[in-house]
């Protein structure tokens, strides 16, 4: 049995990402000609776009190098699927039983106070301060513990 030509398919590949580097490229340029222009919105916008076509090309590169072994016969016939990166998890933070932590709303008016205190106006770190001196005598050693920042990081 003859195996099909992937060749068609890999070229149309590197051009998609040829492309979207091209992409990439003339955002990040017309980004740099609107900030010497002060058209700051713009910029943020060129920003947020350009980090995520860098990450959506970043994935279809990993993508391309999983297709590359496939076609050089790396993967048998045998393997139902690649071989998976191990995933990460972070073993200090897990989830809590509902009840156990001091529920959100219990911060709302502490915050608020404080930005008050603070003149409607500060930096974070003064607010958490602020917070800290007001909300510690509240906090039980579970609200002390380290908090996954990310979803998938939550065992």
């Given at each position: 049995?003859?195996?099909?030509?992937?060749?068609?398919?890999?070229?149309?590949?590197?051009?998609?990402?040829?492309?979207?580097?091209?992409?990439?490229?003339?955002?990040?340029?017309?980004?740099?000609?609107?900030?010497?222009?002060?058209?700051?919105?713009?910029?943020?916008?060129?920003?947020?776009?350009?980090?995520?076509?860098?990450?959506t090309l970043s994935r279809l590169r990993e993508i391309r190098e999983n297709f590359d072994?496939?076609?050089?016969?790396?993967?048998?016939?045998?393997?139902?699927?690649?071989?998976?990166?191990?995933?990460?998890?972070?073993?200090?933070?897990?989830?809590?039983?509902?009840?156990?932590?001091?529920?959100?709303?219990?911060?709302?008016?502490?915050?608020?106070?404080?930005?008050?205190?603070?003149?409607?106006?500060?930096?974070?770190?003064?607010?958490?301060?602020?917070?800290?001196?007001?909300?510690?005598?509240?906090?039980?050693?579970?609200?002390?513990?380290?908090?996954?920042?990310?979803?998938?990081?939550?065992?």
């Amino acid at each position: 049995m003859d195996r099909p030509d992937i060749r068609v398919f890999v070229a149309a590949f590197e051009d998609l990402l040829d492309k979207g580097d091209k992409l990439l490229m003339e955002f990040r340029r017309s980004g740099s000609e609107a900030f010497r222009r002060g058209e700051h919105e713009y910029v943020d916008w060129a920003n947020q776009y350009c980090r995520a076509l860098s990450d959506t090309l970043s994935r279809l590169r990993e993508i391309r190098e999983n297709f590359d072994r496939i076609s050089r016969g790396e993967m048998s016939y045998g393997q139902k699927t690649l071989p998976q990166p191990e995933e990460r998890r972070v073993q200090e933070t897990s989830r809590r039983k509902r009840g156990s932590l001091l529920p959100q709303s219990a911060y709302q008016t502490p915050i608020l106070v404080s930005l008050l205190e603070l003149g409607g106006r500060a930096t974070t770190d003064a607010v958490q301060q602020r917070l800290w001196e007001k909300m510690r005598k509240h906090l039980n050693p579970e609200d002390m513990e380290p908090r996954a920042s990310h979803p998938s990081e939550i065992i």
